[in-house]
C-alpha cells in the first residue's frame, strides 16, 4: 500500500521557470491538501480539495494554481517561480470531515529556485 | 480563525525520563486536536488525536496527550523517552464547525532531543 505518493522528491529551478507538483494517494480518500514547509513557520497550507472537482485557497495560495484530476490525483504549479517559493512542498489526503481528520502525508518534495 | 502556539522550539530530556511537548490552541468551537511526528527528511506521521470523551487519549509508541479545555492546552507526554523519539513534533487543530472546518492548521514544531 503506497499512501501517499509525491513527485519530484527534489527540484531546482530558476526563478520565472515553470513545473507541475504531482500528487496521488490510494487510500480512496475525498479530501487532499498542499502544505509547505519553511524552518520556523510548521506547515502552512496553500491549496485543499474536499472532494473531486472542488478545490480552496488555503493560508498562503499565491503564486500557486492547483487541480484535482480526479479522486486519486491533486497537482500543483507554479507558473512563474521565485525564490519566496523555496520550501519543503507536501501533499496530503484525509477522509471527510464526517471523521475524525486524520491527515496522511506524502515524503516531501524538496524545490529551490534560484 | 484557529490558531496553536507551540512555546518551546526545542525540548531537551535524557532517556528514560518523562518528556512533555507543550501546545495551547485557540478555536472559536469545539476543537479537534492533533499530534504528528516528522523524522528527518520525512513526511509528517499521525500520532494521536483529541475529537470527544475522555480528556486523556492514548495513541502511537507510547505517547499520550491530555486535552484541557479550560487551559486550552493540549500536551504530549510520555512516560520514559527512548533516543528514538527525537524528531521535531507538530501540534494542529481543527475547528469543525467553522467555514474552514477542513484545515488544519499547525504550530510551528518543537524539536524534541533525547539525550543518551
Known amino acids: 500500500n503506497a499512501g501517499v505518493t509525491q513527485t519530484p522528491k527534489f527540484q531546482v529551478l530558476k526563478t520565472g521557470q515553470s513545473m507541475t507538483l504531482q500528487c496521488a494517494q490510494d487510500?480512496?480518500?475525498?479530501?487532499m491538501y498542499w502544505y509547505r514547509q519553511d524552518p520556523g513557520m510548521g506547515l502552512r497550507l496553500i491549496y485543499y480539495s474536499a472532494s473531486e472537482g472542488t478545490t480552496d485557497k488555503g493560508e498562503v495560495p499565491n503564486g500557486y494554481n492547483v487541480s484535482r484530476l480526479n479522486k486519486r490525483e491533486f497537482s500543483l504549479r507554479l507558473e512563474s517561480a521565485a525564490p519566496s517559493q523555496t520550501s519543503v512542498y507536501f501533499c496530503?489526503?484525509?477522509?471527510?470531515?464526517?471523521?475524525?481528520?486524520?491527515?496522511?502525508f506524502g515524503e516531501g518534495s524538496r524545490l529551490t529556485v534560484l | 480563525a484557529q490558531s496553536v502556539a507551540q512555546p518551546e522550539d526545542q525540548v531537551n530530556v535524557a532517556e528514560g525520563n518523562p518528556l512533555t511537548v507543550k501546545c495551547t490552541y485557540s478555536v472559536s468551537g469545539n476543537p479537534y486536536l492533533f499530534w504528528y511526528v516528522q523524522y528527518p527528511n520525512r513526511g509528517l506521521q499521525f500520532l494521536l488525536k483529541y475529537i470527544t470523551g475522555d480528556n486523556l487519549v492514548k495513541g502511537s509508541y507510547g505517547f499520550e496527550a491530555e486535552f484541557n479545555k479550560s487551559q486550552t492546552s493540549f500536551h504530549l507526554k510520555k512516560p520514559s523517552a527512548l533516543v528514538s523519539d527525537s524528531a521535531l513534533y507538530f501540534c494542529a487543530v481543527r475547528d469543525p464547525s467553522g467555514a474552514g472546518s477542513y484545515q488544519l492548521t499547525f504550530g510551528k514544531g518543537t524539536k524534541l532531543s533525547v539525550i543518551p
Open positions: 487510500m480512496n480518500h475525498n479530501s
Open positions: 496530503a489526503s484525509s477522509v471527510p470531515r464526517a471523521n475524525t481528520g486524520e491527515l496522511f
